[in-house]
Nanobody, 124 residues
Framework: VQLQAFGGGLVQAGGSLRLSCVASGRSVSANVVSWFRQAPGKERDFVASVSWKWSSTHYADSVDGRFTISRDNAKNTVYLQMNSLKPEDTAIYYC??????????????????WGQGTLVTVSS
């Protein structure tokens, strides 16, 4: 599975951005796809996940209620709609896929495939 992430940019606090993760390759539907983020000097943290097969979702507490993850089967794309952005949301955002299964893992070590990352900067 190959993943390409798009949509990062600079936005003011309170604003919105939508990230896209385009998936290609065999068995794209047999995956959980998640977004992670990594701020400078910090570890890579889980943000949100979606099961491609069941469309079930899970969110980190820090983004629950502000971010929405969704997928478009026809476009092989997973989206992360980010609203009410805060300066602490500033990070490089990565999409990742497990390669199989439907469990919504939050640990980065469970993800086999990774996109290249897209930078989100939220100014105060």
């Amino acid at each position: 599975v190959q993943l390409q992430a798009f949509g990062g940019g600079l936005v003011q606090a309170g604003g919105s951005l939508r990230l896209s993760c385009v998936a290609s390759g065999r068995s794209v539907s047999a995956n959980v796809v998640s977004w992670f983020r990594q701020a400078p000097g910090k570890e890579r943290d889980f943000v949100a996940s979606v099961s491609w097969k069941w469309s079930s979702t899970h969110y980190a507490d820090s983004v629950d209620g502000r971010f929405t993850i969704s997928r478009d089967n026809a476009k092989n794309t997973v989206y992360l709609q980010m609203n009410s952005l805060k300066p602490e949301d500033t990070a490089i955002y990565y999409c990742a896929a497990t390669g199989s299964g439907t469990y919504l893992f939050t640990s980065a070590s469970r993800y086999r495939y990774w996109g290249q990352g897209t930078l989100v900067t939220v100014s105060s």
